[in-house]
């Protein structure tokens, strides 16, 4: 059974830190990888996406993928308040072209100003 | 703006009854939208892959003749819950992807039933 496992949290961190938020999965056949942010009683909102081994950036977003480990993380620098919210992690199994997806339970995080 | 539109985002409903769901893809084809389950703390359970022209295909364990799924159009996929009872209430989530990377939500739709 596909597994994607995240820390429930809550994690909390000041506000202007770096905040780490990590998901490991079970299936190594797993080629795309998926953040997610969700605000509670929202639904969810892609942050990013990376499928090639190594760092990817996207302003204050970077997400970080090894697959020999099959551990994928996000990390949030400056955090802001307005960061606060549910972070889920989803992974594809088929690659590009299929879209579904198995997601993590999500961490929670919480930026204290 | 958003892609993919969900309505209505709340609905109440007595048991016994039936509510319908609508999913939207705004300005593209979608052959293939997703319906996801969403209890409170716990993450998305996807319930079945809607296609286009076709039967949908359900997850182990989500009730075909309870849960059904209409693709009739490119751009427009229904989620009918029948029946239904209060352990039906959720936060249902319908996506559909424009691209082959992204796969967008729409806002979703929270159902209690009483």
């Known amino acids: 059974q596909k597994e994607v496992e995240q820390n429930s949290g809550p994690l909390s961190v000041p506000e202007g830190a770096i905040a780490s938020l990590n998901c490991t999965y079970s299936d190594r056949g797993s080629q795309s990888f998926f953040w997610y942010r969700q605000y509670s009683g929202k639904s969810p909102e892609l942050i990013m996406f990376i499928y090639s081994n190594g760092d990817k950036e996207d302003g204050r977003f970077t997400a970080q993928l090894n697959k020999a480990s099959q551990y994928v993380s996000l990390l949030i620098r400056d955090s802001q308040p307005s960061d606060s919210a549910t972070y889920l992690c989803a992974v594809n199994l088929a690659g590009a072209g299929s879209y579904q997806l198995t997601f993590g339970k999500g961490t929670k995080l919480s930026v204290i100003p | 703006g958003a892609v993919v539109s969900q309505h209505p985002s709340w609905v109440i409903c007595k048991s016994g009854t039936s509510v319908k769901i609508e999913c939207r893809s705004l300005?593209?084809?979608?052959?293939?939208m997703f319906w996801y389950r969403q209890f409170p703390k716990q993450s998305l359970m996807l319930m079945a892959t809607s296609n286009e022209g076709s039967k949908a295909t359900y997850e182990q364990g989500v009730e075909k003749d309870k849960f059904l799924i209409n693709h009739a159009s490119l751009t427009l996929s229904t989620l009918t819950v029948t029946s239904a009872h209060p352990e039906d209430s959720s936060f249902y989530i319908c996506?559909?992807?424009?691209?082959?990377?992204?796969?967008?939500f729409g806002s979703g739709t929270q159902l209690s039933v009483l």
């Open positions: 300005d593209f084809q979608a052959t293939t």
């Open positions: 996506s559909a992807s424009r691209t082959n990377e992204k796969l967008f």
